[in-house]
């Protein structure tokens, strides 16, 4: 039996999971900062690491309640992400790794995601091409075998999260964006207005996305529009962006399945999209654990922990940590 305690706080979650071989969740712990973060319209980076810190003891305390038992190994995200947040996690980690006498495994935010799928109720098997979307992030990765990427398409300028974000905020939805439109757009009709694709032509694999976020403020500087029809429009155009490099991707590369992973994974019109307009299957991790968990990194964790990559003490936490 193999027990990993995975420990979250790169951004605006406090995660903390215990993970037993490698798929089992026995405790998965989440405190969100959305409603702290909400007046400010986005993370403050000061706040969220003084709530890491007043919240991480508590919420381990519970997850390793709910788990009963000793535990392992721990892992813990070391980048990319907010630096004074993630210190709070890995120093965190640290302090229980050493006083346990465990092996303590630094991982990879974007790793967390992808290893997400694997608790899902379709787990891929290597090699597969991802879809990883999320509010820092949007990027096509070939992940050869475990532990092996290789990014063949990112964006140039605002990742696809950070864009429902931005366009909420033009529209006066609350934060965090994604959802918010994604309600909003059910009352819309999604071919009100023509927004683009951004980088849609030939074929390249980069995304951009603040074209379209510029398209919708000048939509709404030149008319008054329902918001419903605006949200609508811009969710059709962001997802179907997604959709036809990942098609795009797929031809290329030759996958024979996909994984979509990251908080934009949690949008039903493009889990829906990507299910149906695909010729390949899909895993993707069940809605809840799209948004940042510690249940993600402690899957990340236990397949790095398998293949001998283990940490030490030294470790650092890196805020613009490369994947490959
Ligand atoms: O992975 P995540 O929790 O944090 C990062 O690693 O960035 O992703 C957060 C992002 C936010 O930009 C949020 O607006 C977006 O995921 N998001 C969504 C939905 N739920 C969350 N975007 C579109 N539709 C959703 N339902
Ligand atoms: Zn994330």
Same mark, same amino acid.
């Given at each position: 039996?193999?027990?990993?305690?995975?420990?979250e706080?790169s951004?605006d979650?406090?995660?903390?999971?215990?993970l037993?071989n490698?798929?089992e969740?026995? !405790?998965?712990e989440?405190?969100?900062q959305?409603a702290?973060?909400a007046p400010?319209?986005?993370?403050?980076?000061?706040i969220?690491?003084?709530?890491?810190?007043? /919240?991480?003891t508590?919420?381990?305390q519970r997850?390793? &309640? !709910?788990?009963?038992?000793?535990?392992?190994a721990i *892992?813990?995200?070391?980048?990319?992400?907010?630096?004074?947040?993630?210190m709070?996690?890995l120093n965190?980690?640290?302090?229980?790794a050493?006083?346990?006498?465990v092996p303590?495994v630094?991982?990879h935010?974007?790793?967390g995601h992808?290893?997400?799928?694997f608790?899902?109720?379709d787990p891929?098997?290597?090699p597969f091409?991802a879809?990883? %979307?999320?509010?820092?992030?949007? /990027?096509l990765?070939q992940?050869?075998?475990p532990?092996?990427? &290789?990014?063949?398409?990112?964006?140039?300028?605002?990742?696809?999260?950070?864009?429902?974000?931005?366009?909420a905020?033009l529209?006066n939805?609350?934060?965090?964006?994604?959802?918010?439109? $994604?309600?909003? !757009?059910e009352?819309g &009709?999604?071919?009100?207005?023509?927004?683009?694709?951004?980088?849609a =032509?030939?074929d390249s694999l980069?995304?951009?996305?603040s074209?379209?976020k510029?398209?919708?403020l000048?939509a709404?500087q =030149?008319?008054?529009?329902?918001?419903?029809d605006v949200a609508?429009s811009?969710?059709? *155009?962001a997802?179907d962006?997604l959709?036809i490099k990942?098609? @795009?991707?797929?031809?290329?590369?030759?996958?024979?399945?996909?994984v979509l992973?990251?908080?934009?994974?949690?949008? =039903?019109?493009l889990?829906e999209r990507?299910?149906?307009?695909?010729d %390949?299957?899909?895993?993707?991790?069940?809605?809840a @654990?799209?948004? &940042?968990n510690?249940?993600?990194?402690a899957?990340?964790?236990?397949?790095?922990? $398998?293949?001998g990559?283990?940490?030490d003490?030294?470790a650092? %936490?890196?805020?613009?940590?490369?994947?490959?």
């Open positions: 039996m193999n027990r990993i305690l995975g420990i706080t951004c979650e406090t995660g903390v999971a215990v037993q490698g798929r969740i026995l !405790a998965n989440v405190a969100s959305v702290i973060h400010f319209g986005g993370v403050v980076p000061e969220a690491s003084r709530h890491h810190t007043e /919240c991480i508590q919420l381990t997850a390793l &309640d !709910a788990a009963g038992g000793a535990i392992d *892992a813990v995200t070391q980048g990319p992400g907010l630096s004074g947040s993630l709070v996690g965190f980690g640290k302090a229980l050493y006083a346990w006498g303590l630094p991982v935010h974007i790793e992808i290893f997400s799928a608790l899902g109720p891929p098997e290597f091409l879809l990883i %979307v999320s509010g820092g992030h949007t /990027c990765i992940c050869e075998a532990h092996r990427y &290789d990014i063949i398409g990112s964006t140039r300028d605002d990742a696809v999260g950070e864009c429902f974000d931005k366009v905020r529209l939805l609350p934060y965090p964006g994604g959802p918010s439109i $994604q309600r909003a !757009a009352s &009709d999604p071919h009100a207005i023509e927004f683009p694709r951004g980088m =032509k030939g980069e995304f951009s996305y074209g379209l510029t398209a919708v000048y709404l =030149k008319e008054t529009l329902p918001v419903a609508a811009f969710q059709h *155009a997802v962006t959709v990942t098609k @795009l991707a797929i031809e290329k590369t030759g996958a024979n399945r996909l992973a990251g908080g934009v994974a949690a949008n =039903k019109l889990r990507l299910a149906n307009d695909l %390949v299957p899909v895993s993707m991790p069940p809605f @654990l799209c948004l &940042d510690g249940a993600m990194i899957a990340a964790g236990g397949s790095r922990l $398998q293949h990559m283990v940490g003490l030294r650092g %936490v890196y805020a613009n940590l490369p994947l490959a």
